[in-house]
């Protein structure tokens, strides 16, 4: 199926249209026809994609409606800058998204649409500066399963004042039935369907619950987002030609169906620019301010399928991907673009733990992570290694529990981690939102366990398995810290955050140490 950019972004050329008077109120109303909030994503120098859902008053009917938006650098929007109308129908499920080029680098905006004299809520972003950055700052998050808690977390993000941009390494929905991962009956936060999402309607009514979330809201009106999707945004331990829970046999149609089904709808609901490319995946940079390039990798949409780990000579396959060809070929130029450019930071942004975490003469615990994909990894830290690459920051989600690692290509030689001798990165892995953590750190036995994988791995430098939150990255062109924050409690909905540990890494060291 070929998705491209002219399909979803229906953006005519910024019209000079009066504004009305009724659309000038306040943003606080409740917005009967912006039901799902506004959004705003993507960010570069001088543009920007804009994103709301117009809520139709037929909810049957199938006939375009045409919105409009504004944009502007004061908080009221009374001095608008740029402005136009963008056609949105049952296509696309009523849903606008508007790529505003023609702005100034580094600078805030604020937003809002407007459709038959109602306004949304008013938006705020901000676009990447061009040069001469000496900081920037964002939250990392994942895995923000809706039935399983309160999205405590994404109201924490909303209330800094201090982000450039929120990075959302996937998981953003979950498919899975009501209760099947997660009782959402018992706190009022029953998904809708409430069976799993399989159907282009299902995921599409997914997304909705998601973002009736207020918390959600207001984390996406306050900070551009900067997403990818992992596994769950179609479902289970998914590759490129199918997924584990994925079952025809039990009337779920054909995977091809499903993965474009699922794939439409978020491309519909995510504010992400999309590439004109036919094929289906969202690997992208974004630069900022000469500070930092911003690597996004997509290790789901293309890679090999997950074998068992009894196949010790499959897994070994150097023909196994997790990013495909080109991807790895891409990949391969942007770090080597960056480091020609002496950019202080390359920030990998991707879905599943990269470092090692088999233990020698043993079987591959997780084969969906890179140790599945081991010569892949190979190759990549091969190149690092050859092209003298120091400054590489890897950012993960999936593991749902935080982790802190250096990155050697075996912990058990040729590394020292005292110094950081022999790794080659540093990765960073950000907690679940809301989802279950692991069994085997949230059960009776899970602290001795964090302690003794603590204690085999000496590439972990941070780890704790149980508690739900994300990660602020800080930036400055000679030093990066990372500092974990909690929710306590995510069956409660709460604004209490405990602050976790910090880390940092300096510039060339490929090394954390406690902050
Ligand atoms: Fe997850």
Known sequence: MSLTRRQFIWTTAAASLSWPLAAQREHASVDRRFQHGVASGDPLGDRIILWTRVTPRDPLTHEPITVRWRVGADPDLQHVLSSGTSETAAGRDYTVKVDVGGLAP???????????????????TKTFPAAGVDRMRFALVSCSNYPAGFFNSYAAIARRLDLDAV???GDYIYEFAEGEYGVGAAIGRVPDPPREAITLMDYRLRYATYR????????????PFIAVWDDHEICNDAWAGGAINHNPERGEGDWATRKAAAYKAYLEWMPIRESADPSIHLYRTFQFGGLLDLVMLDTRALRDKQL?????????????????????AWLFDQLRSSERANTPWTLLGQQVVFSPITLPGTRVTNTDVWDGYPAQRTRVLDFVEREHIRNLVILTGDAHSSWG???????????????GEGSLAVELVTPAISSPSPLMFAGKDGPDTAAAVRVAFPHVKYLDGVRHGYVIVDLTPKLMTASWYFSPDVRIHSDVEVAGSSFVSERGSSHLQPA
């Open 405 to 419: 690692f250096d990155v050697p290509r075996n912990p058990w030689a040729g590394y020292r981690p005292g110094t």
């Open 308 to 328: 068992p780990s009894s196949d010790t000579a499959g897994l070994a396959d150097p023909r196994r991907t997790l990013l495909g060809a080109a991807q790895e």
């Open 167 to 169: 990075v959302h390494v």
């Open 106 to 124: 580094g600078a805030t905006y604020y937003y809002a649409f407007d459709v038959d004299g109602e306004q949304s809520s008013i938006g705020r």
């Open 212 to 223: 009736t979330d207020p918390d959600l809201q207001e984390a996406h009106r306050l900070f």
